[in-house]
């Protein structure tokens, strides 16, 4: 369980991170690498990143970043700018980086390899090292999908919006995943982990990623305490581009990704899953996929109907869905 202890001067500094970091979404592709959750389209990505050359270039990183994407801090920093936030990684502070080594050795379960070791002695050849193997992963791990995961944190910040203007603060913040729960001023995100974070006054940061399917992640940065967790539509159902090169003229096809903004159109009928992927030409597991994580986000109920479940909007879906 993941537990935010809020004061009022933290639901008052509650905001939103300006747009999605470098080396922090490197991380978190990092980490999916390793995972098996986020679908089919999820396992097509890792596929197409299976080359040599790929793989040779996240070797090191996978070293360092779990598949509960809890990596060290000095990693990621949450920088808008890839050559400024890797000049943050070499100036970590000893400290910080023993600290952060240790925590992911004994609690992320990874081993203390050579390399662990040697950038715990502050090895200058180690962190040369680790900033090519950085600077060799990013291309093909971020910056070819980059335009898509500033899409998909946009598209979450604007539905995110929408939610708060329905349901208020409190609402909103208990809605980023399924499962979370508000016990007085403490937020409970059901996550595997154990964690308590105590912003203390500084405000709570929030990081959609389009590029990542765990649960949330919380932890204390120079901007705050920062809260990282999946953005409403994830990658592989973010569009490439509209007709014209641009982004697509349906704003709900933007924001929720053009076979879901499909699904919640048809949900005005009622239909039952099977009904669903013979109307839009797709599989039984991706039409209840769709559906699931349109029932996450509050836009559509399930009921069982006999051998059967039928869809169907909710009041915000159809509050989404008007003009």
Avoid at 1 to 25: K, N, S, W, Y
Avoid at 156 to 184: N, T
Avoid at 239 to 262: C, F, K, V
Wanted: aromatic share 4%.
């Amino acid at each position: 369980m993941l537990r935010i202890h809020f004061t009022a001067e933290d639901l008052l500094g509650v905001r939103f991170a300006d747009g999605p970091a470098p080396l922090l979404e490197l991380g978190l592709a990092v980490a999916m690498l390793q995972r098996h959750d986020g679908g089919p389209g999820f396992a097509r990505w890792r596929r197409s990143l299976s080359t040599p050359r790929a793989r040779a270039a996240v070797a090191p990183l996978r070293q360092l970043v779990p598949p509960s994407g809890a990596g060290p801090l000095f990693l990621d920093p949450p920088s808008d700018d890839l050559d400024q936030g890797l000049e943050t990684v070499r100036s970590s502070a000893g400290t910080l980086v023993h600290r952060e080594l240790t925590r992911v050795t004994t609690k992320g379960g990874l081993p203390a390899t050579t390399l662990l070791r040697h950038l715990a002695d502050q090895d200058r050849d180690a962190w040369q090292y680790l900033e090519r193997a950085m600077r060799a992963a990013y291309p093909d791990l971020v910056g070819a999908v980059w335009p898509r995961l500033r899409t998909g944190f946009d598209t979450d910040l604007a539905w995110r919006a929408r939610v708060q203007r329905e349901h208020g603060l409190r609402g909103m913040l208990a809605g980023l995943h399924p499962g979370s729960r508000w016990r007085g001023s403490v937020l409970e995100i059901p996550v595997e982990r154990e964690v308590d974070v105590r912003p203390g006054g500084t405000g709570l940061v929030l990081m959609p990623s389009a590029q990542w399917t765990g649960g949330p992640l919380a932890g204390p940065y120079p901007l705050g305490t920062l809260l990282v967790y999946p953005a409403v539509t994830p990658l592989p159902l973010l569009p490439e581009s509209g007709p014209d090169g641009g982004p697509q003229d349906d704003p709900i096809a933007a924001l929720l990704g053009r076979t879901r903004a499909a699904v919640l159109r048809l949900a005005d009928r009622e239909p039952t899953t099977s009904q669903l992927a013979a109307e839009l030409g797709i599989s039984l597991a991706s039409a209840s996929e769709h559906a699931r994580a349109l029932r996450r986000a509050g836009l559509v109920t399930t009921v069982r109907s006999g051998r059967a479940v039928r869809h169907s909007r909710t009041g915000l879906g159809h509050r989404l869905l008007s003009p």
